[in-house]
């Protein structure tokens, strides 16, 4: 699936070192501020992953297996996701999008992979269930990448909202045979797919991207 051309973004993290009294006032803001949104939060399902995100933005307190990804703010989608390198905006063509095509950002990891997440206004009907709605949806997704719909369809639903789990098959990753795995969900009259293409079956990192996924507004 070709890439249509879209603006870069790096994801980087510079500064110098000043000491380590600053280090450490640092960390201990961060503890302070993860205690406060645990309590507040809970620490219950999704919400832990909130928690998680927070402590990867102080910098004395990430993990030793931090592993690059970054935290990424769509203003015109409406969301924030965690994403590894460089990420890439673009649109992939959508004929039921009001537009035809939805706006999207991606980034790779290595040649195997690509982890997107695409959204558009779509119409959407009153008079008829949402999840038939998004089976119609995934079934346009899944011509629209040139692949084939898997069976396996997954009724679920994403913070508070519709959601389908699918699988595209019969693509092509960097020539390689590959799957799409993606999570549909339909937040009022936006679409969003969140997507793994890669041409490993499992798509190691699809988890990490949907549970990193909150919506702004």
């Known amino acids: 699936m070709p890439t249509l051309p879209g603006s870069v973004s790096v994801r980087q993290t510079a500064g110098r070192k000043r000491g380590l009294g600053p280090v450490l006032m640092i960390g201990l803001g961060g503890v302070v501020l993860i205690g406060v949104i645990a309590v507040v939060l809970g620490m219950t399902g999704d919400d832990a992953?909130?928690?998680?995100?927070?402590?990867?933005?102080?910098?004395?307190?990430?993990?030793?297996?931090?592993?690059?990804?970054?935290?990424?703010d769509d203003a015109d989608g409406g969301f924030t996701v965690m994403l590894p390198g460089e990420v890439i905006d673009g649109f992939q063509p959508y004929p039921p999008a009001d537009d035809g095509r939805m706006d999207r950002i991606h980034t790779d990891i290595g040649a195997e992979t690509t982890l997107s997440v695409s959204y558009s206004q779509v119409p959407v009907s009153d008079s008829t269930p949402k999840q038939e709605q998004l089976r119609t949806f995934a079934g346009s997704w899944a011509d629209a990448l040139g692949g084939t719909l898997s069976k396996d369809v997954q009724e679920t639903t994403f913070r508070g909202q519709?959601?389908?789990?699918?699988?595209?098959?019969?693509?092509?990753?960097?020539?390689?045979?590959?799957?799409?795995?993606?999570?549909?969900?339909?937040?009022?009259?936006?679409?969003?797919?969140?997507?793994?293409?890669?041409?490993?079956?499992?798509?190691p990192s699809f988890d990490r991207l949907v549970k990193s996924l909150t919506f702004t507004s």
């Not at 992953?49 to 990424?72: C, H, I, K, S």
């Open 49 to 72: 992953a909130v928690v998680d995100t927070v402590r990867d933005q102080v910098p004395a307190l990430r993990g030793q297996d931090y592993d690059g990804w970054e935290p990424f």
């Open 162 to 203: 519709p959601a389908l789990v699918v699988t595209v098959k019969g693509l092509k990753h960097n020539g390689e045979p590959a799957t799409a795995k993606a999570l549909l969900v339909l937040k009022g009259t936006m679409l969003y797919v969140i997507q793994s293409e890669s041409v490993y079956a499992d798509h």
